[in-house]
T-cell receptor
C-alpha cells in the first residue's frame, strides 16, 4: 500500500526551462510534506517543505504547491540548472508524527 | 558543522555473518532514524529513537535486526545472521525538536554474498 506516489520515474528538462515534479498521497492524515534531493552515493538532502495550512511555499528557484482536495503536491524548479540533475523524493507525515513516508523518487535530468 | 556520519560506507560480507552499521547523529538532535533503501521497496523506515529510547520499531523486518542507541552521539544497527536479501543501502538520519527536517547521512551500502 503506497501512501505516497511519484508516478514519473524520470523526467528530462532543458536547462533554463521549468521542471515540475509531481507527488500524490492517499492518507488524509498527512499534513506536512517535504521534498528531498539525492545525488548518487550521497544521502537525501532536504530541499523544501510545506504544511497543510498553506498551498504554496517558495525558496529561491524552488516552489512547492499543495492541493489538499486532490491530495497532490508538486515541486517547481525555475530556471532549471545542470546541478539540479538528481533524484527527487517526496515525503509526508502527520503533524507532530516523526515518521516520514517517502515516494519512490523521480530522476530529473537537466540537459544543456 | 559535521552532518550525520555513518560507517562503514561499504560492507561486503558472506551470508550468516554478523553485520554492524554505525551512526553518529548531529550534535543536539533528539531524534535518530534508521532507513533502508532497496529497488523494490524504496526508502523505508526501520526504527527511530527519541532521546536514546526506541519509540517505533515496527519497520524492523525480523528478529535478525536489532538497533541500539547507548548514548546521544552513537547508534548501531545490527543484523545477525545476515542474508542476501538484506543487501541494500542503509541510511541514518537525525533531527531536532519541532517540525525540523531530518538530516541524512551518506549511507552504508551493504552487500551480503
Amino acid at each position: 500500500d503506497q501512501q505516497v506516489k511519484q508516478n514519473s520515474p524520470s523526467l528530462s528538462v532543458q536547462e533554463g526551462r521549468i521542471s515540475i515534479l509531481n507527488c500524490d498521497y492517499t492518507n488524509s492524515m498527512f499534513d506536512y510534506f517535504l521534498w528531498y534531493k539525492k545525488y548518487p552515493a550521497e544521502g537525501p538532502t532536504f530541499l523544501i517543505s510545506i504544511s497543510s495550512i498553506k498551498d504554496k511555499n517558495e525558496d529561491g528557484r524552488f516552489t512547492v504547491f499543495l492541493n489538499k482536495s486532490a491530495k497532490h503536491l508538486s515541486l517547481h524548479i525555475v530556471p532549471s540548472q545542470p546541478g539540479d540533475s538528481a533524484v527527487y523524493f517526496c515525503a509526508a507525515s502527520a503533524w507532530g508524527a516523526q515518521k516520514l513516508v517517502f515516494g519512490q523518487g523521480t530522476r530529473l535530468t537537466i540537459n544543456p | 558543522d559535521a552532518g550525520v556520519i555513518q560507517s562503514p560506507r561499504h560492507e561486503v560480507t558472506e551470508m550468516g555473518q554478523e553485520v554492524t552499521l554505525r551512526c553518529k547523529p548531529i550534535s543536539g538532535h533528539d531524534y535518530l532514524f534508521w532507513y533502508r533503501q532497496t529497488m523494490m521497496r524504496g526508502l523505508e523506515l526501520l526504527i527511530y529513537f527519541n532521546n536514546n529510547v526506541p519509540i517505533d520499531d515496527s519497520g524492523m523486518p525480523e528478529d535478525r535486526f536489532s538497533a541500539k542507541m547507548p548514548n546521544a552521539s552513537f547508534s548501531t544497527l545490527k543484523i545477525q545472521p545476515s542474508e542476501p536479501r538484506d543487501s541494500a543501502v542503509y541510511f541514518c538520519a537525525s533531527r531536532g525538536l519541532g517540525n525540523q527536517p531530518q538530516h541524512f547521512g551518506d549511507g552504508t551500502r551493504l552487500s551480503i554474498l
